[in-house]
């Protein structure tokens, strides 16, 4: 009899501004919940936020999921891949652009990870109103490798403007 999986908590960074936002976000948590190995087992309100990189550009719908998974962290990152590009995204090296879905991996359990394509805490978390609203209201006790707990982490006052939309 073999031993069951370890489980590690991971969140992940949801955002759409294309093809009807808040519906691909929506999309996006069904298909996480099917990702092998893995169970959804929370989700945050949707939120509405400008776009950062001074590129013109719709609104973001941004929300954060909580998953439990027993995949290692390369193949849970392809996985987010994966529904990404089931959902029209196309990964054309632009950053701060428009995206039909984006899936970033914030958080995988206590890991510190800085490898080619794969980096967690994802960077950026701390500045990010659009991730630390939605995760504080799911996980205000989680502590962010080398930055410490959500709920402690100051919001920028100068990031654009974030709104809670459902």
């Known amino acids: 009899m073999s031993d069951p999986p370890y489980w590690v908590p991971v969140y992940v960074g949801l955002g759409s501004n294309l093809q009807m936002p808040a519906r691909q976000v929506d ?3 069904d298909l996480l919940a099917e990702i092998p190995d893995s169970r959804l087992v929370g989700r945050s309100a949707l939120y509405r936020s400008a776009p950062l ?22 193949e849970f990152l392809t996985a987010l ?3 990404e590009k089931r959902q029209g995204r196309e990964r054309d090296g632009a950053r701060w652009g428009p995206r039909v879905l984006d899936l970033d991996l914030l958080v995988f359990g206590g890991l510190t990870i800085d490898q080619p394509g794969i980096s967690v805490p994802h960077p950026g978390i701390a500045e990010r109103n659009f991730v630390l609203l939605p995760l504080g209201e799911i996980a205000p006790d989680l502590v962010i490798p080398g930055l410490g707990r959500v709920a402690d982490l100051p919001v920028n006052k100068e990031e654009p ?4 939309i459902v």
């Not at 550009?57 to 999921?65: E, G, K, L, S, T």
């Open 27 to 29: 999309e996006a948590f």
């Open 53 to 74: 990189g001074g590129i013109e550009q719709p609104d973001f719908v941004n929300a954060v999921a909580a998953l439990l998974t027993s995949l290692a962290p390369a």
């Open 81 to 83: 891949q994966g529904i």
């Open 161 to 164: 403007s974030i709104s809670r």
